[in-house]
């Protein structure tokens, strides 16, 4: 079985193409995990008026304040409870398992709800996290349980990003891969063609980046279950951005088997979850790759939190050199204090005017 877990929030639209995209697929050997983290708008609301006009099975929850998520639909259902450790839970799932959170405490904080539903799940079973802003072709899960069969040892792998609007062109192999120096990460085949790549070029690819910091893509990452079990619970430090570079220094010393399915294929609304701003990202963006970038070095890498600051000063001094003054000061005072959230640093600093 292949576990499916989606994240939404205010994305309702996106979330909707991507549902449909999975239920479209001719394998149904899958099941899906749903969270809505807090949505402002209507889009917990939408996503059940189009649930409920499907033909499939799906299961309303609801987290409450005190950790219990409460079946919504059904009575006599069993409530759960999420105890401080995230354990996981015995539930029987339905073809699409729909969690309203009550907060949003970012992306790993979702991870970790959907994932504590899991407890019923085999060792053999997958966890397929994959982002709401995404398209899957019709024989995406065939696709995948043939690398698997053929793969039995990889227990953790990435598909082929291609972005949406440009659907021949790879926004991420599967993989990103940079220096934990610098904080500058890339991803794998960024900006190629899919169809110039073959078995050959990954492999000489992958053969050249063997020194170099990986990690599975964010947006689409594949674990066989007892992998998770390792990871589980993921790190909320950082609410969105450096999830996935966390995970990986977690099985750094599990000597993990990581692979890439590159005929798997995501179709990635970059930005689909954080819009652009201008010519650069917008100021969360900015947040919280500047901030997580010092968080994740300070934890795992502290010797190399030097380098870190003097990267992050040349981007400020670009950032002044093209006229964005507020992201510039932000940038600034994220290096003298990275520990709040976007949200608190925005009340902490109102003169800013972010």
């Not at 950790?67 to 699409?96: A, G, H, K, Q, Y």
């Not at 950082?238 to 570079?245: P, Q, S």
């Not at 990581?258 to 652009?276: D, F, M, P, Q, S």
């Not at 005072?333 to 003169?351: D, G, M, T, V």
Request: aromatic share 14%; charged share 20%.
């Amino acid at each position: 079985m292949i576990y499916i877990l989606l994240v939404n929030y205010n994305q309702w639209e996106n979330t909707i193409e991507c549902l449909d995209s999975i239920t479209r697929n001719s394998n149904h050997n899958y099941k899906i995990i749903l969270v809505d983290n807090a949505s402002k708008n209507e889009s917990a609301d939408k996503i059940i008026l189009w649930l409920r006009a499907q033909t499939i099975q799906f299961t309303l929850y609801k987290k409450e304040k005190d950790n219990t998520i409460i079946p919504i639909d059904n009575e006599f259902e069993e409530n759960i409870t999420l105890d401080s450790s995230n354990t996981l839970c015995d539930v029987e799932l339905s073809r699409i398992s729909f969690v309203i959170n009550n907060s949003n405490r970012g992306l790993a904080d979702a991870w970790n709800i959907a994932t504590s539903l899991l407890g019923n799940c085999n060792y053999d079973d997958y966890v397929w996290y994959l982002g709401s802003d995404t398209v899957i072709p019709s024989d995406t899960i065939n696709v995948l349980y043939s690398y698997i069969s053929m793969n039995p040892n990889i227990r953790a792998f990435g598909t082929t990003s291609l972005f949406y609007y440009d659907k021949e062109r790879i926004q991420c192999c599967g993989l990103g891969y940079g220096s934990s120096w610098l904080g500058v990460y890339k991803h794998l085949f960024q900006g190629k063609i899919y169809k110039e790549i073959n078995d050959n070029t990954l492999r000489k690819k992958l053969e050249s980046i063997k020194s170099k910091n990986r990690y599975i893509y964010g947006n689409s990452m594949i674990f066989k279950f007892d992998v998770i079990k390792q990871v589980f619970p993921f790190c909320v430090d950082y609410f969105i951005y450096y999830e996935e570079l966390d995970i990986m220094q977690k099985l750094e010393s599990q000597n993990i088997d990581i692979g890439i399915c590159y005929k798997c294929l995501v179709y990635h609304k970059e930005g689909g979850t954080i819009r652009a701003n201008g010519n650069i990202k917008n100021p969360l963006s900015e947040y919280y790759f500047l901030r997580n970038s010092i968080i994740f070095t300070k934890k795992y890498f502290p010797y190399k939190i030097f380098t870190i600051y003097l990267v992050s000063i040349l981007r400020i001094i670009n950032r002044i050199r093209k006229g964005y003054y507020k992201i510039a000061l932000m940038m600034i005072l994220i290096l003298f204090n990275p520990a709040y959230q976007f949200e608190e640093f925005k009340k902490r600093n109102e003169w800013l005017n972010l």
